[in-house]
């Protein structure tokens, strides 16, 4: 048992997280703190940092600077003599594994059916066996109302569904952080809403920590339990979803949500 | 009509050879395709500068010349080998050295999103390209293949030069012995077409079948 008194390592702790592209400043000396549990939705302009900030969670990019804890160990570096040193590809991947991401474009792989790309990490990566693997992967597919098309390819689903594919397959990791990064944004307006629920659903039933970046502003205020609103690489605004969607305190805040909201959610 | 039959035995029998020498070399020849393409992509500097100066010294001399070299020269460095074996070799490494530029590109063309799927999944490097990345690069790769596939069949005709009794050889044989130009030489032609015909058609039926969830009809 742990002493009451030591408080749970966060889920994620960033620290004076950098990136630039050349000269152009992504992510400007980001701090951030995310319990477990948290269901973050991250706002703001197109070009504000926020696909970069989900990218260097995952270890697509990598830092110039700062640092990233998820769940009390450090991604992609280790302390070392009192600095942090880049870290082995063994013990990235060891902390990585605790991260699930689901893409804008969904990035399923073409050469497998939509049940085959569910449980290709998990027995590969997991070692699971495949009865159990196939199992555990059609009750995920069971979840996003797809068990149906388990032996589809993506050529073969609407983008809704390769969408929902793609949220199993990132499920099927049991990762303790999911990064969702626009996955609404490349379908078409009436796929959206299945996917959206799909995610709330999640939500509900799970306590799996999310970050999800969305242009969908009523998405961004009912599924969250807390927004980050961006710009230019800052964190401008962190609070409740009430406050920002009702009575945000920072100018910048309001003249974004009036600008992409006009009369209301 | 007879007379066109009494040339087929010596045909053939050059036919053999070829399909042999082709048959014996296109496998090899792959293994010399993926193993250079895949260390140039290697993050060992060492295995990419063996690759490319591989790929380099072959694509830059003649095939030829090649032949001659290894027929000729290396035995004076003690190497030599029946004139079979040299013409698999030899036609074995250069056509392996313009593959290696197939597996290179076929792997260059897996979007980039692919391979951060995999990181995504927690998947190493070398499980992304196993796994992912290179059954996807393969089934473009396929086309390009086909076509060196057909060169190594029409290259076999220069093993004719270091003494081997090829499709090629047997033709100038005949040719030189009852000087009937049109029969033999249309023959000829119409044998390696059509050897290259069946090898095409074989492709063919190979892309097809590896291009599983490649060409299916969208139906959503
Ligand atoms: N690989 C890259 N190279 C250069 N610039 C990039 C790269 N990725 C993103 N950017 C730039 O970084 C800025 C922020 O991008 P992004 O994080 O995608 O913003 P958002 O997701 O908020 O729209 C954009 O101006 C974009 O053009
Ligand atoms: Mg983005």
Redesign the pocket.
Known sequence: MLPANIPPSPALRLRGVSKA??S?T?LDKLDLDVAPGERISII??????????LRVLMTLEKLDAGSIEVFGRYLGQRPEGGRLVPATPEETRAVRGDIGMVFQQFNLFPHRTAIENVIEAPIHVKKMGSKEARDMGMALLCTVGLADKADHYPRQLSGGQQQRVAIARALAMQPRIILFDEVTSALDPERVDEVLSVIQGLAQESTITMLI?THEMRFARDVATRTIF?EEGLIVEDDAPAVIFGKPNKARTQSFLQSVLGRGL | MTALLDLLPQLMKGLQTTLLVTAFAAPLALVMALASGLARLSPIKLLQWLAVIYVELFRGTSLLVQLFYFFYVMPLFGLSLDPVTTGVLVLALNTGAYGSEVVRAGIGSVPKSQREACIALNMSPAMALRRVIFPQAFVTMLPPFGNLLIELLKATSLLSLITIFDLAFAGNTLFQTTGRTLEIYGLVLMIYFATAMVLTLGMRWLEKRMGAGRDLEFRP
């Open positions: 592209f050349g152009l992504i703001g302009r197109s070009g504000s940092g926020k696909t970069t900030l970046v961006m």
